[in-house]
């Protein structure tokens, strides 16, 4: 039952979760692949953010929440007793749907959580701040703006700046909520040709309700529908050749 | 539909009537101290301390003291407060519990002044023994004052976004160090302006301060913590029933209400020029 591969960094066993008394994912079973792209679609409220946000134990922040099951982060089940949440969402990052930076200057949103995580020194904060802007191909439009407002950037390059700011913690995976979903489509392609780059050192676990966006990026797909998992595989199958109907009308449109 | 035309201008009329009606109360009032007062007010007037009985009193030792109790009064309750509704509305889990104390600190605020008053005398000026006092005084005025700055605050921490925390959280950044670092500086504009307008209140009574801190006369400043003071509102309430030539010093009245009803009005003029200027510069 537990396949705990060597390329797989996270895996879900009979995963049940409640809001309250309400029972918003049945028994998902699954595992993501290392250096992937893995992509959740499914019809709105189908309980893909849900996954997402247990996937770094972002949900203990909503009262009355509550877990069955495990997560397997490279092996150790993330809600175990003895497992710190915090040390989990530092190597589990995360995304918003909507570009969150603080009101911050550009520079203290990115430097602001590792110099909490003990990083002090003056040049490993700036060679990271290069580097972390860099890869979320955003350095060269704000490298002579460091100080200004993160809230004067623009929709998409806040959105790239979460990015990095989410880098910067140099995490394992990072889970993406609709990340585009508020931003047009040259910033879109932007992202998305980030997100393919950032493959080759991440895990990528991204939600979207835009089906060539998860053909384009994503090398994995799983099809959610009403809180379960209905289908889980390549993308290139559940696209060409998707072994559910419910998949299929998902896919070709015909879901409403 | 003639009808509802005519109801809606009656209705505005009665609305527009009411707004001008309160602020010719008030204008009326600052109008009335301002021409009873304003003769009163020299430079001696506000540097030198009383003399002759106080008919030809000078109010310097009252606006000092009127001064330290405020400042006393602000660093107790300002600190206080913030824990307080930081707890409340950041770490508390909603529930019967926190519901009573919400409701414990609400009816703190609608406790008469002169209850305050009483309690600071029973608890800090006997109890503690410190005596009619800036320390003991401060203290009262700062309980008084609590209930608002535990309002203000836990409004404002209410108007920082939740994306704010969830941002800081999602990094591995640890609760305590999500709010102190990004929650609470998102809300100081917020507390300050509440903080303001509760160091108006604390600077205007009178009550509180009576059996705990004010003094009938002193000629010299305060010393120390321990030392009393006179303060502005109570010296009004002496010149006005307690002194031997209530008649004479009726000008000394009206000069020293006008010079508390400015220095709280200048307060509540800081805080709405802070809010507006904050309100600017956030963007969220
Ligand atoms: N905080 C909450 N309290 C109670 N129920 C919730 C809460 N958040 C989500 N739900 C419910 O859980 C279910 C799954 O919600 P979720 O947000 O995970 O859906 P989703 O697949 O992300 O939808 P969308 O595509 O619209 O973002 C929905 O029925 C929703 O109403
Ligand atoms: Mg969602």
Redesign the interface.
Known sequence: MVKVGKNFIINTNDVNFFYGSFRALTEITMGFEKNRVTALIGPSGCGKSTFLRLL?R?ND?I?GTRVEGEVLFEGKNIYATDVDP??????I??V?Q?P????KSILNNVT??PK??GITKKSDLDSLVEQSLRQAVLWDEVKDILNR?A?TLSGGQQQRL?IA??LA?KPDVILMDEPTSALDPISTAKIEELIDELKKRYTIIIVTHNMQQAARVSQKTAFFHLGTLVEYGDTREIFTNPREARTKDYITGRYG | MKWRYFKQAVFFTVVRLSALVISLTLLGILAYIFFNGYRAITWDFLTLPPTDSMTRGWIMPAIVGTFYLTIGAISVALPLGIVSATYLSEYAKQGPFIRIIRIGVNCLAGVPSVVFGLFGLGFFVVFLKFGSSILAGSLTLGILILPTIIGASEEALKGVPQTFREASLALGVSKWQTIYRIVLPSALPGIMTGSILGIGRAAGETAPIMFTAAAFFTAILPKSIFDEVMALPYHIYVLATAGTYIEQTRPLQYGTVLVLVALVLGIDLIAIVIRSAMRRKKRW
């Open positions: 770094n972002m922040l009262d915090v040390e989990i969402r530092r190597r990052g995360m918003f909507k969150n930076p603080f009101p602001f959580a909490l995580s407002s809230m979460c700011r989410a913690m």
